[in-house]
Nanobody, 115 residues
Framework: QVQLVESGGGLVQAGGSLRLSCAAS????????MGWYRQAPGKQRELVAT???????NYVDSVKGRFTISRDNAKNTVYLQMNSLNAEDTAVYYC?????????WGQGTQVTVSS
């Protein structure tokens, strides 16, 4: 049974930092590409960052230079370090993994940036 559990969200002032974590179980984590997504109120869910099994990363333009995705295969965990946060980063953040033909999502963690 695939399970993803996000943590690390919270309320932060503009310009601050947060680190999100996503702990995975029920998968062979080391071989799986992982992704972070976010959904702001009234908006569609969008891809934020991805990391492959070979540690190749990709970011949406709006977070390049501010966010860093990483993974620790020994802990079955993917991280999202978020720096220089601004109000537009306010959203629920989700991690996702694909297993077979199905996408699995965590429950999400709320990030709120106050200006």
């Amino acid at each position: 049974q695939v399970q993803l559990v996000e943590s690390g969200g919270g309320l932060v002032q503009a310009g601050g930092s947060l680190r999100l974590s996503c702990a995975a179980s029920g998968i062979i984590f080391a071989i799986k590409p992982m992704g972070w997504y976010r959904q702001a109120p009234g908006k569609q869910r969008e891809l934020v960052a991805t990391i492959t099994a070979n540690y190749l990363t990709n970011y949406v333009d709006s977070v390049k230079g501010r966010f860093t995705i990483s993974r620790d295969n020994a802990k079955n965990t993917v991280y999202l370090q978020m720096n220089s946060l601004n109000a537009e980063d306010t959203a629920v953040y989700y991690c996702k993994v694909r297993q077979g033909s199905d996408d699995y999502w965590g429950q999400g963690t709320q990030v709120t940036v106050s200006s």
